[in-house]
């Protein structure tokens, strides 16, 4: 069951609602700067991650959370308010470290070898949503309520803006606008062609395959229509 915080947050106005209002990215209450409060601040997040992967999402208890991290419910509460905010942060940590990988490599691969590096980055990010099942979940439990979803797009348009620079070379005379707007289509698929390709009864070989024939072909007519812009 879960406490009377988490039943309260889920019944104040949902900010993202608001049309007037920016969209508001769910946020930790405060991130931890000591290395002991950094430990219980990892501990919550990995038994996050443990009981999402067990349970899913509609039965995942910020207590539950707190009695597998071995901490008590209300440092738990210190730095989450809900259970939105701890998955909120999960999918921040996940792109984040695909954006990193990205950044590393930006740059260091000419332009010519743009296919041969895509494929093996759709292969990287295969392997990451096979081998941690706790990315999908992830990714589901995002899409639960409108301020998830809206957290999620600001991540998503994060991660997009280290794609956008790693196409510049791909598209050299395509508006800044423009190529934004294609790593922010190009991260959308690929997300949710990666949670496609994990569903029951599916082969996740196919799917990938599948996501690099889309992917090449948007691409290639990129290429061909920046090239011959005037």
Known sequence: MESQTDT?????????LDLQADPQ???PRRRPTQERSKKKF????????ELLTDVGFESFTCEEVATRAEVPIGTLYQFFA????????????????????????NGE?????????????????AELWTSDP???EVWLAMQSTPSTRATGAIHEKEFAEVVSKM???????????????????????????LNFSVQDNQSHADAVA?????????????EKESRTRQ
């Open 42 to 49: 990892d501990a919550l997040l990995a038994a996050s991650r």
């Open 8 to 16: 309260q947050s889920q019944r104040r106005p949902d900010p993202a």
């Open 134 to 136: 706790s990315r999908r």
């Open 82 to 105: 809900n259970k939105y905010v701890i998955v909120c942060e999960l999918n921040r940590q996940d792109l984040v470290a695909v954006s990193q990988e990205l950044a590393d490599f």
């Open 210 to 222: 599948e996501l690099k024939r889309l992917m090449v072909a948007y691409l290639l007519v990129a």
């Open 167 to 193: 196409l510049r070379p791909l598209t050299p005379r395509t508006p800044r606008d423009r190529r934004n707007m294609m790593a922010e289509v190009l991260v959308h698929v690929v997300y949710s062609m």
């Open 109 to 125: 691969i000419p332009s010519l070898d743009w296919l041969r590096y895509m494929n093996s980055f759709v292969d990287h990010m």
């Open 25 to 27: 990215e769910l946020l």
